[in-house]
């Protein structure tokens, strides 16, 4: 599921595009400025910008969108370390976010890793001296 609606943008003039592909040839070295600051991108993000950049300078068309990790309920039950019905339920009762493609579960992988911090708080929280002791 998209986050944002993809933006697409049409392809740059000819010789745009000739002086963008000019000026990566042999660099995959960019330098962002946002508001007068020098940023170095995160390997990923630099990948990703190059990547797009590139395109440009071939003149083709590009459509920039964000996605969200989504799992089936198998793998989310598995990620959790519950059960699939234990994982059904949850979702049944809106204590886990689901979507649905067609008549399928699909569970946001942020949504089980928010859940499984929220068990881990709350087995911190548990009072002292729960558990049994041995003589």
């Known amino acids: 599921m998209a986050l944002i609606a993809p933006r ?3 392809a740059l ?3 745009d595009a000739e002086k963008l592909r000019r000026a990566l040839e042999g660099s995959d ?6 508001d007068g600051t020098v940023h170095r991108l995160p390997p990923l993000a ?9 395109r440009f300078s071939r ?8 996605v969200e990790d989504m799992l089936t309920t198998s793998k989310a ?4 370390g519950i059960s699939h019905t ?8 809106g204590e886990i976010p689901v979507e649905y493609r067609g008549s399928h579960r699909r569970i946001p992988r942020a949504a089980i890793m ?4 929220g068990q881990k708080k709350a087995q911190q929280r548990a009072p002292e001296g729960t558990q049994e002791q041995d003589a």
């Open 8 to 10: 697409p943008t049409g």
């Open 13 to 15: 003039p000819p010789e």
């Open 29 to 34: 070295d960019i330098t962002v400025f946002v």
């Open 46 to 54: 630099r990948d990703a910008v190059v990547d797009l950049l590139r």
């Open 59 to 66: 003149g083709e068309a590009v459509t920039v969108s964000s």
């Open 77 to 80: 039950a598995e990620l959790a």
């Open 86 to 93: 234990f994982l059904r339920n949850m979702t049944d009762r």
């Open 114 to 117: 928010n859940w499984l911090e």
